[in-house]
């Protein structure tokens, strides 16, 4: 038996009629309901946790890219400096 079920006796016990009993318990399980499903929506689901893991993983697909840019850059570069070096000693 529910928590608001077991209001029920003690609302009639009270001494408030069965439509008010009703409509009391009414309200409180709406309220419990709306604020249970606010925190379900907030709860990561399956696809959006594959949604973000996809956009991360292809984030970090394009940042290897710009290193493997910058790696060949500056090796072509110290190459060049390398070779300045030797030119003007020898």
Same mark, same amino acid.
């Given at each position: 038996?529910?928590?608001? $079920?077991? @209001?029920?006796?003690?609302? +009639?016990?009270?001494?408030?009629?069965?439509?008010?009993?009703? &409509?009391? !318990?009414?309200?409180?399980?709406?309220?419990?309901?709306?604020?249970?499903?606010?925190?379900?929506?907030?709860?990561?689901?399956?696809? $959006?946790? @594959?949604?973000?893991?996809? +956009?991360?993983?292809?984030?970090?697909?394009?940042?290897?890219? &710009?290193? !493997?840019?910058?790696?060949?850059?500056?090796?072509?570069?110290?190459?060049?400096?390398?070779?300045?070096?030797?030119?003007?000693?020898?």
């Amino acid at each position: 038996m529910s928590t608001i $079920t077991k @209001l029920y006796p003690l609302l +009639k016990d009270i001494g408030l009629d069965d439509k008010k009993s009703q &409509e009391f !318990i009414e309200i409180i399980e709406g309220s419990y309901r709306s604020e249970t499903e606010q925190e379900f929506k907030k709860l990561v689901t399956n696809e $959006t946790f @594959l949604t973000e893991t996809t +956009k991360l993983r292809v984030e970090m697909a394009n940042m290897k890219v &710009e290193l !493997i840019k910058w790696n060949v850059g500056t090796i072509i570069a110290v190459a060049g400096v390398v070779a300045a070096i030797v030119k003007l000693i020898g």
